[in-house]
């Protein structure tokens, strides 16, 4: 079974911050490493896909990178705002089905 | 563009009781998942399906049955509802196979309370 690791667990910010957590996964075998934005009691919605080392999506102030070598996507939100409170999941595509992180809870205060 | 639906969105039952989810997606994918979202553990994945009448055990297939007799509906069975059952499902549906990138779409959730 893929393992993927998701940090922080949770996080706390002000209004106005910028922020960032990380996707780690085995880095062998890599296929995509998909990053979904979950509100409680709704979808999860996908922000991003990416396939490539080194890849870098960027909507609006939301943007990530990845890195297939060393197992690892960041995602950066900048200037964090009230509405991006969430959990944001990580999941790595393999074979025919996503293995999904844990998540981070982002908790944005204003 | 209807998309995802799960049904029912609530429920509630009783230990020992039969218990379906529906699921429909009206994007014609060929790819269909069922998840289950507890806390402490994220998604798991409990079946998914590849096309009509081929699917496949996720990482907590017990005591849930599946079936897909047809590409739009991928209906999620509890045989006999435990406690532990109590979570929240999701079913997501994908064009192709994710390892190609492709995105996975999630319903909305079906809260289900075994008592």
Not at chain 1, 43 to 53: D, G, I, Q
Not at chain 1, 75 to 87: R, V
Not at chain 2, 57 to 77: A, I, M, Q
Request: glycine share 8%.
């Amino acid at each position: 079974i893929l393992n993927v690791e998701q940090s922080p667990q949770s996080l706390h910010v002000q209004e106005g911050d910028s922020t960032n957590f990380t996707c780690s996964f085995p880095s062998s075998n890599f296929y995509a490493l998909h990053w979904y934005r979950w509100e409680t009691a709704k979808s999860p919605e996908a922000l991003f896909v990416m396939t490539l080392n080194g890849d870098e999506k960027k909507k609006g102030r939301i943007s990530a990178t990845l890195n297939t070598k060393e197992g690892y996507s960041y995602l950066y939100i900048k200037g964090s705002q009230p509405e991006d409170s969430a959990t944001y999941l990580c999941a790595l595509g393999g074979s025919e089905k996503l293995v999904f992180g844990k998540g981070t809870k982002l908790t944005v205060n204003p | 563009d209807a998309g995802i639906t799960q049904s029912p969105r609530y429920k509630i039952t009783e230990t020992g009781r039969q218990v379906t989810l529906m699921c429909h997606q009206t994007w014609s994918h060929s790819y269909m998942f069922w998840y289950r979202q507890d806390l402490g553990h994220g998604l798991r994945l409990i079946y998914y399906s590849a096309a009509a009448d081929i699917t496949d055990k996720g990482e907590v297939p017990d005591g849930y049955v599946v079936s897909r007799s047809k590409t739009e509906n991928f209906p999620l069975t509890l045989e006999s509802a435990t406690r532990s059952q109590t979570s929240v499902y999701f079913c997501a549906s994908s064009e192709s196979e994710v390892l190609s990138g492709n995105t996975i779409y999630f319903g909305e959730g079906s809260w289900l309370t075994v008592v």
